[in-house]
């Protein structure tokens, strides 16, 4: 049994992949053992084979269909042996260091913890991997701001110290925890096929007294662009993704009053907002940022009309619709 697991989910994101493996190839580490796992999701275009003989140490496995980040993070631990998980991002560069000190920090933390670290671009740009529970005042980024200015209530502010910062919850990108925590958190829940994962995770693992922590002191560089961002097809339907997560994070983690006016609020503030750059997205089609914006609103109104029928807020993506 290895002292760590990596499991990585890939989808056509082979460039960024290939820097990340390269990354772990070049750790040559005596203080830990450890393995990789890359689950992929059916990319179906031939790639992988090759990958397979660039890699040899590692463990690559074929999901059955493009199903979702959290159905290829459970796949992946369940193909795995480590007595800690590190769920990472192929679009990252790791070394040794962080690592070690993501592992030294989570065997220190009391059961259902969950540690990530800072990460940066390639350019050196700080990134923000953490965050706020959804709540009737961050449900978007225009009301995030109204509540900042006019309210003057911030919601970056969390308790931290020289080395940690204790936020609600961290981002997918970077995620430790023990097999432990995560057998008994049930793991990650499949029901979401993109985003908001991370944060149902958090949330049930701080319900359970778990701690979610971000190392100060340890740095993962993290440059985005990958499988998300391969045609304006797959940009739309990523960014409808966001939208339709929200949802199923709220469905599984907000109740009564507060559940039906964050989805009311959501509903009609994806409906009224985007029908003028839908609009103008079918008139000027052959504007990319435009042609996007019409595609992300024709297909939430399809996702309503959806859960209309179904009873229910999963994408018709997820693994269990």
Known sequence: MADLSIIIVNFRGWERLSQCLDSLTEIEENRFSFEVVIVDNCSNDGVIDRFRLLYPHFAFIVNVGNLGFANGCNLGAKNSTGSHLL????????????LFGLLSEVRKRKLFSIVSCRQVRENGTEERPYGRFLSPSNLTGWLRAFTKIVLRQRSDSFRQTDEFIFPNWISGSVVM??????LKL???DDDFWMYFEDVDL????????????????VCVE???GGASRINRT??????????????????????????????????????????VPAIVGVLFFFVKRLNVSSAIYFQLVGYYFSCIRQGKWMSKRSVNY
């Open 87 to 98: 769920f990472l991002n192929p679009d990252t560069i790791i070394t040794a260091e962080a």
């Open 177 to 182: 925890i023990s097999r432990e925590s995560f």
């Open 186 to 188: 049930g793991g990650w």
């Open 202 to 217: 958090c949330r049930r693992a701080a319900s359970k007294n778990g701690e979610i922590v971000l190392l100060k002191t």
């Open 222 to 224: 993290h440059n985005h």
């Open 234 to 275: 797959v940009t739309a339907l990523t960014k409808t993704e966001v939208n339709i997560s929200r949802h199923v994070y709220i469905s599984k983690n907000e109740s009564g009053i507060k559940a039906f006016y964050m989805h009311l609020f959501l509903v009609l503030n994806n409906l009224l907002f985007g029908i």
